[in-house]
């Protein structure tokens, strides 16, 4: 009975703050519709107009496969980004796979920096592992080994505006990666575990081809 009357509380209290706050708000919106419709237009031709450019970046993770190049293109829409490109590891130049980034900004134009979080995924269909001290670098074949291994990431960025289209972008993140060639992977190659938790570290410079 106590937890009856207590939802019924909430629910006049929800009911009296709809109808006494909500409700002429509602009713003045309604007049001045125009204005305020003028005013959205005005904010979506400015603060979230679509954009488009290029990103350059390093990134180090602590899945073992080095340091990896990812150039991409992307697309930015209101506070959104999406970028998709190829991921190169940095030590042989080795086309690995791909790698791809969605953004959100959670603060903008202050100081000319953009605070955001972001989610990144990583596909990698060939990568060489890292050579570590601790073990061989070559399978029981004598040859370097392919991983096929998926890592993600979530995490928070900082973009600065450096000079006129030009971006510093930093950011940091935590996720996993899986290892995608399963027992074979365990039994020729136990350098690392199959998969685990990681850290995500990226360092590039964004341009903007419309500002």
């Known amino acids: 009975m106590k937890n009856f009357n207590f939802f019924l509380y909430i629910a006049i209290l929800f009911t009296s703050y709809f109808s006494v706050l909500i409700l002429p708000t509602m009713a003045q919106a309604t007049v001045s519709e125009a204005p305020i419709k003028n005013q959205v237009d005005t904010l ?3 603060q979230f107009n679509t954009n488009y450019g290029i990103n350059i970046a390093g990134a180090y993770t602590g899945s073992a496969l080095g340091l990896n190049l ?4 992307y697309y930015t829409f209101r506070k959104n980004l999406i970028a998709l490109g190829p991921n190169i590891q ?8 791909i790698q ?3 953004q959100h900004d959670l603060a903008s134009n202050l100081s000319k920096m953009n605070i955001y979080y972001h989610i990144n995924l990583m596909y990698h269909l060939s990568a060489d592992l890292k050579p570590s001290s601790s073990g061989p670098n070559t399978n029981i074949n004598g040859t370097a080994p392919k991983q096929n291994t998926i890592e993600n990431y979530l995490g928070f960025g900082l973009r600065k505006n450096m000079h006129e289209q030009f971006y510093l972008d930093t950011s940091f ?3 996993t990666y899986y290892t995608i060639n399963g ?4 039994n020729n190659f136990p350098l690392r575990p ?3 938790f990681s850290l ?3 360092l590039g410079i964004t341009y903007d081809f419309k500002k």
């Open 194 to 196: 199959e998969s685990d």
């Open 70 to 73: 990812n150039p991409s293109i």
């Open 100 to 102: 791809g980034y969605f």
């Open 200 to 202: 995500l570290i990226k």
């Open 173 to 175: 993140g935590v996720g």
């Open 90 to 97: 940095r030590e042989r130049f080795n086309l690995s796979g």
């Open 183 to 186: 027992q074979d992977y365990i």
């Open 44 to 46: 979506r031709s400015t």
